[in-house]
C-alpha cells in the first residue's frame, strides 16, 4: 500500500477518482455555506405564519390564486394562436404561498367546517 505524509501522519494514498471526489464534496460543501439568499427571512416568516381566525383564513384562501392568474391562451378570430405558460414557478415565494394557502384552507375545512364551494 503507498503511504503518503500529511500533518506528519501517515495515511494511505486514496485512488485519483476518490481523492477527486472528496476534493469536490469539499468545495460544494465551502460554496453552499458562501450562497447569500436575502429572501430566507421572507420565506421562514411565511412559513411560520399559524392561522387560527376563520376570518383571516378566509382572506389567505381568497386572495392567493389556486391557479396561476398569468396563464393565457391567445386567441385570434377564434383560433389559438399563442400559449402564455404559467409564470407562477419563477416566483421564489410561490412555495412558502402556496403553502400558506393550503394551510388556510386546511383549517377552514378541517377546524371550521366550512363548505369551500360557498367561497368559489
Not at 399559524?50 to 396561476?68: G, M, N, T, W
Not at 386567441?75 to 416566483?91: D, Q, T
Request: charged content about 20%.
Amino acid at each position: 500500500m503507498n503511504w503518503i505524509l500529511e500533518n506528519n501522519q501517515r495515511i494511505p494514498r486514496l485512488s485519483v477518482a476518490a481523492t477527486s471526489a472528496k476534493l469536490f464534496q469539499q468545495v460544494t460543501h465551502r460554496t453552499h455555506k458562501l450562497q447569500l439568499d436575502p429572501l430566507q427571512p421572507v420565506r421562514k416568516k411565511l412559513d411560520g405564519i399559524e392561522v387560527h381566525d376563520q376570518k383571516f383564513a378566509r382572506f389567505l384562501y381568497k386572495a392567493i390564486p389556486s391557479q396561476c392568474p398569468f396563464e393565457r391562451d391567445i386567441a385570434f378570430f377564434g383560433h389559438k394562436v399563442a400559449h402564455i405558460p404559467p409564470l407562477c414557478k419563477l416566483n421564489p415565494l410561490y412555495e412558502q404561498l402556496v403553502g400558506l394557502r393550503f394551510r388556510a384552507l386546511c383549517y377552514l375545512v378541517d377546524e371550521c367546517g366550512v363548505d369551500l364551494q360557498s367561497y368559489s
